[in-house]
């Protein structure tokens, strides 16, 4: 039976799906729509896919993966290397991303360098986690730590013990800045470890970060087994891990550089209209969709279904209520890789004297072919520098922020004056801002076969909320899924 024939004359524009009884779905598996191809729906999809649903992936861009996905850049020399559209790091607590990668079958010591938890600056600080069981392993890692006085390292204990006594939740959330100030952190202590942390958790400045999220990382990082707090730093580019694994599998259930225009909602299934604004393609039919679009996105496609339905106004207001940080990722190739203690360096962050890099990663020789070999793609050196939140580098045009990142790294971390090429790439809308009290919508929406999917939701518990990380997403797609096979029951 041709299910076309079932959609409202007006579906797609703003209608919806017919609710004649007699209407029968045709045989085979349920169909479900997955609109958008980031982390979040791809989990989603996987998760679908294993129940027996028929997916099909919607996504506007000409590349799955979101802002986690693969940027070419061509070098001078006719070269072609894979970069990140941002710098990202897996912690061992994201137990969802992690084990979504190894049903994928990627090799995860290949995929990426584990190693214990290391916080190590430019001018001296260094904090390692040991390998004894926690939380020994972060008693020696505060009590062995340079660069900190043993005031601070006092503070750095009495906070986790605190944390710890509270169970990690507040009786009212605040900001991270109120947070630290009401809990005796120095200011000296607050501006070399807790102020980078939170940027880099929650890339959300200390001022307006809700302490409860900032918490709520801690937890399931610092707080738990010792292999929790491992950082797992990527080997490869982030299109090498879900987005091609996912694609890999089914090719033909993507439709890349198709925007979804409308969304049409009926008893009994879901339409979506692709095309352009102007132009619009003929509605197609599934018995259910997942949302998995930024927090905007989803709002101005669950517009149309609030005119008919007003319980849906509240869930569009609150996704319209998001306000969003920016992150700059710039690449710098020098001709030499650097010679760090370590991968990862922490930078002085002081706008006033023009150096507003957080983060640097040493990428050089570290950008294999693929997961399964270890053929350096990149030649000489590579820097990936990292500017999470706002601040007064907006102000900057391109070749004033390079400059000054150029400098930054000279004078933090011994670079050369200037590099042999660069690229930048600025994420305007990288990420929500977590603040204090942020409503956040669940999985479910008032239709039962439209659900929520995105780093942005969240749970009914405030101290299971988590900030815009890839395990957020990952977590939001799986739970999407499930919902939708309890209602299709495929």
């Known amino acids: 039976m041709d299910r076309l024939a079932h959609l409202d004359p007006f579906a797609g524009h703003g209608g919806g799906l017919s609710d004649r009884s007699e209407r029968m779905r045709p045989a085979g598996p349920p169909r479900v729509a997955v609109i958008g191809g980031g982390w979040a729906g791809l989990s989603a999809a996987v998760r679908l896919a294993d129940a027996g649903v028929s997916c099909t992936v919607f996504e506007a861009s000409k590349s799955a993966g979101g802002r986690a996905r693969r940027v070419p850049w061509t070098l001078r020399d006719g070269r072609t290397i ?38 190590l600056d430019a001018k001296g600080m260094r904090l390692r986690a040991s390998r004894l069981p926690a939380p020994w392993h972060l008693v020696t890692m505060i009590f062995t730590a340079r660069g900190l006085s043993f005031g601070e390292r006092v503070a750095i204990a009495s906070l986790m013990s605190r944390a710890k006594r509270i169970r990690w939740t507040l009786d ?148 319209e209520a998001f306000v969003f940080q920016p992150i700059v990722t710039a690449y710098l190739r020098y001709r030499e890789a650097p010679r760090w203690p370590s991968r990862m360096l922490a930078l002085e962050s002081a706008p006033h004297v023009g150096h507003h890099v957080q983060w640097a990663f040493d990428r050089s020789e570290r950008l294999a072919s693929d997961v399964h070999h270890a053929t350096p793609a990149s030649g000489q050196g590579l820097i990936a520098a990292v500017i999470s939140a706002d601040g007064p580098h907006r102000l900057l045009d391109n070749d004033a922020l390079v400059a000054s990142i150029a400098r930054q790294l000279s004078t933090e971390c011994g670079m050369p004056s200037q590099a042999l090429e660069t690229r930048v790439i600025i994420e305007k809308r990288a990420t929500f801002a977590s603040t204090p009290s942020l409503p956040r919508p669940d999985v479910a929406t008032p239709h039962p076969r439209l659900v929520l999917a995105g780093d942005y939701v969240g749970e009914a518990a405030a101290t299971r909320h988590y900030p815009a990380t890839l395990e957020a997403s990952v977590l939001s797609g799986r739970r999407a899924a499930e919902a939708l096979i309890a209602v299709l029951d495929p």
């Not at 710098?87 to 090799?107: C, K, N, S, V």
């Not at 801690?218 to 929790?228: K, T, V």
Request: proline content about 8%.
């Open 172 to 319: 009212g959330d605040r900001t991270v800045a109120e947070l630290l100030d009401g809990w005796r952190q120095p200011p000296g202590l607050t501006h070399k470890l807790w102020e980078p942390l939170c940027v880099a958790a929650l890339n959300t400045p200390i001022g307006i970060a809700s302490a409860q999220v900032f918490l709520n990382v801690l937890r399931d990082s610092l707080g738990g087994a010792r292999s929790d707090s491992d950082l797992l730093l990527p080997r490869v580019d982030l299109g090498h891990l879900l987005p091609d694994a996912v694609t890999a599998r089914t090719p033909s259930a993507f439709r890349l550089s198709t925007r979804i225009q409308n969304l049409s909602l009926g008893a009994d299934g879901v339409a979506v209209t692709g095309g352009t604004a102007t132009e619009l393609a003929q509605p197609e039919p599934f018995d259910a969709a997942v949302l998995a679009l930024p927090p905007l996105d989803a709002a101005r496609l669950m517009a149309s279904p609030a005119l008919h339905d007003p319980a849906f106004k509240p869930l569009v207001a609150v996704c």
């Open 82 to 119: 894979a970069l990140d559209n941002g710098q990202h790091i897996l912690i061992g607590a994201y137990r969802e991303t992690l084990t979504l990668l190894q049903r994928l079958d990627i090799d995860l010591d290949r995929a990426f360098e584990r190693t214990p938890l290391h916080l």
